[in-house]
């Protein structure tokens, strides 16, 4: 989804003005479009004497005031940018005090001061400016009537309601964007994360953290015998205990089919063993009868994650190789010649998302495989029903 325009807009300030957030870098475009506007006013009404030298010292106050935002602390105080729209309605009530007639030429800055609440303030900050706006435009207005007052409730109205709006606006596009990204990173069958959340949290994993690779024993028989749904409701109850088994601070994501891959920060290997025995024992009682094989790799210096998931990889294929249900932990000496034949062959993976593609590439192939052998088995079935059937017409025309 596409950045907002005051996003986009403050992407090509430079660095340095950007300092204190957006926000802040917005409050100083503020300031200086507003100083900007009063200069080339003056200019443009032919201003001389006193009103120049007033003009002139509010824009050089404004400018003065931009520079100092640049070492001010926003961070620490996040509202304390409402002093940049504040800031423009004060000047403009200076000028309205000091000269005549020349601040009503400038009564069409004050939206904008309500603009800028409402992209970086809850709607409702608008109410503490108005007071001052208020103070600000019938210092403006020369003569008090009844028309007036009507003016100053109207515009009044119409200030706080453009702040409301564009407050609600960015405040939908940003659930929205949080949406987006939540559901671009998980798993919609088994609410757990997905493959791209994996890859991103793989590149954060640090030495000490333990690398899980779980997959489902027997699980196309699941489809081929019960049909889809019910190998979904599988794949559902199991990642749901995943979810309630785990600690809060261990990960685990869904990336291919029936596999899943849990990361156990600063967890031994025998920690892990004796996690899933733990899981086994809680998956058995749910009463589905399915069981899980599992490969479990520690990341080290030496063994980066991107290698430890291959390696965690080499320890389920032994698992399922001894007879599944089983869980082994990844052997050195079995990883060595695995990645030095991956080396040689040419297809060795230098970064956990390439290993990742590597392994979902070769079970594809492998259930691209499974897949043509079954439909040639139906077929073969197929015609030899059709031949039995031709036979036994035959002996009944006999």
Not at 216 to 221: E, M, N, Q
Not at 237 to 246: I, N, R, S, V
Not at 357 to 367: I, N, Q, S, V
Request: aromatic fraction near 8%; include cysteine.
């Amino acid at each position: 989804m596409e950045d907002p325009v005051a996003v986009r807009v403050l992407a090509r300030v430079p660095a340095w003005a950007r300092a204190g957030g957006n926000a802040s870098a917005a409050g100083r475009v503020l300031l200086m479009f507003c100083c900007l506007v009063m200069v080339i006013g003056a200019i443009c009404l032919g201003v001389d004497g006193h009103a120049a030298w007033m003009l002139g010292g509010t824009a050089a106050a404004m400018l003065a005031a931009t520079g100092i935002s640049l070492w001010y602390p926003w961070r620490r105080s996040p509202r304390g940018t409402m002093l940049y729209p504040l800031g423009v309605i004060v000047a403009l009530g200076v000028l309205a005090l000091t000269t005549t007639g020349i601040a009503a030429a400038f009564v069409g800055l004050i939206p904008l001061c309500f603009v800028f609440v409402g992209l970086f303030h809850h709607g409702r900050a608008a109410l503490a400016l108005l007071p001052v706006t208020w103070a600000t435009y019938l210092a403006i207005v020369p003569v008090f009537d009844v028309g007036s007052w009507i003016r100053v409730g109207i515009y009044g109205i119409t200030w706080y309601a453009i702040a409301q709006v564009i407050s609600m606006s960015m405040q939908y596009q940003r659930t929205l964007r949080r949406r987006l990204f939540s559901d671009a990173r998980t798993d919609a069958l088994t609410s757990l994360n997905n493959r791209r959340a994996l890859e991103e949290r793989l590149a954060t994993a640090v030495p000490g953290d333990c690398v899980v690779i779980a997959d489902l024993d027997h699980f196309k028989c699941v489809n081929d015998t019960q049909g889809h749904a019910a190998g979904d409701l599988v794949l559902e109850k199991f990642g749901h205990t995943l979810a309630q088994h785990l600690r809060m601070r261990d990960y685990a994501a869904r990336y291919g089919g029936e596999e899943f891959v849990l990361i156990l920060p600063r967890t031994e290997t025998v920690q892990a063993m004796n996690m899933l025995r733990a899981l086994r024992t809680e998956w058995n009682e749910t009463g589905v009868g399915v069981t899980f094989s599992a490969g479990i790799a520690l990341i080290t210096e030496a063994s980066p994650p991107g290698s430890a998931l291959a390696r965690a990889d080499v320890a389920l294929y032994r698992a399922k190789q001894a007879g599944r249900d089983r869980f082994r932990i990844a052997s050195d000496a079995v990883a060595t010649r695995r990645v030095t034949d991956s080396i040689a062959e040419g297809a060795a993976a230098t970064t956990p998302a390439e290993h990742l593609r590597r392994h979902l590439g070769a079970r594809a192939t492998e259930d691209r495989r499974g897949v043509e052998r079954r439909e040639g088995d139906r077929r073969v079935q197929e015609r030899r029903d059709r031949e039995d059937v031709v036979a036994e017409g035959c002996d009944a025309a006999r």
